[in-house]
C-alpha cells in the first residue's frame, strides 16, 4: 500500500502534518515538503501496516481531498 499527494489540488493547510506528523511535513515556507521531490504528484514508498492507517486517516482529513491511499 501507498499514498499519493496531488500537488496541484494540494493547498498545504497542513492537516496532514496535524494527522501524521512522521509522514506529512510543512517546509520552512509553510509548504508540504513533498513539494520538494515532486512537481505533480507524490507517490510514497510502501508503507507498513501503522503508517497505512495513518496515511488513510491524513487522507480523510484532508479538506482538499489531496491524499489518496492505494
Same mark, same amino acid.
Given at each position: 500500500?501507498?499514498?499519493?499527494?496531488?500537488?496541484a489540488?494540494?493547498q *498545504?493547510?497542513?492537516?496532514?502534518?496535524?494527522?501524521? %506528523? !512522521?509522514?506529512?511535513?510543512? @517546509?520552512?515556507?509553510?509548504?508540504? =515538503?513533498?513539494? *520538494?521531490?515532486?512537481?505533480?504528484?507524490?507517490?510514497? %514508498? !510502501?508503507?507498513?501496516?501503522? @503508517?497505512?492507517d495513518?496515511?488513510? =486517516?491524513?487522507?480523510?482529513?484532508?479538506?482538499?481531498q489531496?491524499?489518496?491511499?492505494?
Amino acid at each position: 500500500m501507498k499514498f499519493a499527494v496531488d500537488l496541484a489540488v494540494c493547498q *498545504n493547510i497542513g492537516q496532514c502534518s496535524f494527522t501524521a %506528523p !512522521e509522514m506529512f511535513t510543512l @517546509d520552512d515556507d509553510g509548504k508540504l =515538503s513533498f513539494r *520538494n521531490e515532486a512537481t505533480d504528484e507524490y507517490v510514497s %514508498p !510502501e508503507l507498513t501496516d501503522d @503508517d497505512a492507517d495513518s496515511a488513510q =486517516s491524513a487522507a480523510a482529513l484532508c479538506p482538499m481531498q489531496a491524499i489518496r491511499v492505494d
